[in-house]
């Protein structure tokens, strides 16, 4: 069993607690670490990168299980309110899900690689700072309740530029908001809920099609498509990002009520420019 593989994997599951939820992009920032860390480019890495961010969703699913639960069940005695809460959720959820579906394969092809997140880097820094002086403002909402559908959606559909690794779930969702009136808060708190379903489907795809592709190849179901090592590596990777994310939620949502985010946007454009020294110098591919 390689442990240096292992410790590898723990710390980038460290790297993806601490970045999920931040507009600095999480997707990003393992790929960076990844290259820097020695790790290897194949599809087990490609599948990690993803399942992985699963483990800080599900710190989400922990911190809001109350508010998720009394909707569930309002679900089932027939409320109209858990049935509105659904369906904007549902409408929240369905651009990124088309979109990620039919592209999945582009995506991992053409932008999972560091100059893509470089430039998605530098390309979010300027709307957050453009989007943040100018609308952020002008919020006029602040509770979940305010979402309509057509507010969902919208912020749905901004959710699409998340797709782009280097981007950030959180910063398209938040500026998304900050596009309809929302206040920075409930843009991340609807920011939150949206990842849920988005990365269990994201997680279960890449898994599936790992585990067909190792199939193919010879091997048959989960002992066989990964190496003892692999396992460990990326059930640790797993764990060890949702404790992080555990954390990081709560400071993040803190965060937000006495700080703007520019302090993040000016963060993106310091490491695209680390970045493209690391590139042009050789030490990063």
């Known amino acids: 069993m390689d442990i240096v593989f292992i410790l590898k994997a723990i710390l980038l599951g460290i790297i993806e607690g601490l970045t999920e939820f931040l507009p600095i992009s999480s997707t990003g920032h393992l790929i960076i670490f990844g290259q820097i860390l020695g790790m290897p480019d194949n599809e087990y890495m490609k599948m990690f990168d993803v399942v992985v961010q699963l483990g800080a969703i599900l710190a989400v699913l922990v911190l809001f299980w109350k508010r998720i639960t009394t909707q569930l069940k309002g679900l089932l005695r027939g409320r109209p309110t858990a049935w509105r809460f659904v369906w904007i959720w549902f409408l929240g959820c369905l651009p990124a899900t088309v979109v990620g579906f039919f592209c999945h394969d582009l995506i991992k092809k053409y932008l999972m690689n560091i100059p893509g997140v470089v430039a998605a880097l530098l390309v979010g820094a300027i709307l957050m700072l453009f989007l943040e002086k100018f609308l952020a403002p002008r919020a006029k909402y602040s509770e979940l309740e305010d979402v309509t ?16 690794p280097g981007m950030s779930r959180s910063a ?8 309809i009136g929302m206040n920075t808060a409930l843009a991340a708190e609807f920011s939150f809920f949206l990842a849920i379903p988005i990365m269990f489907g994201a997680s279960g795809y890449s898994l599936f099609k790992f585990l067909r592709s190792a199939s193919a190849g010879g091997g048959v179901g989960l002992v066989t498509a990964f190496s003892a090592t692999e396992i460990v590596a990326l059930v640790l990777g797993f764990i060890t990002a949702f404790a992080v ?19 993040f946007a000016w963060y993106r454009c310091g490491l695209a420019a680390v970045l493209l020294l690391l590139m042009f110098t050789g030490v990063i591919r």
């Open 245 to 263: 994310a555990m954390l990081v939620v709560e400071a993040f949502m803190r965060f937000l009520r006495n700080h703007k985010l520019a302090v």
């Open 172 to 179: 398209s969702t938040i500026m998304g908001g900050w596009a």
């Open 149 to 164: 559908p057509l507010r969902s959606l919208t912020v749905g559909t901004a959710q699409v530029l998340s797709l782009w």
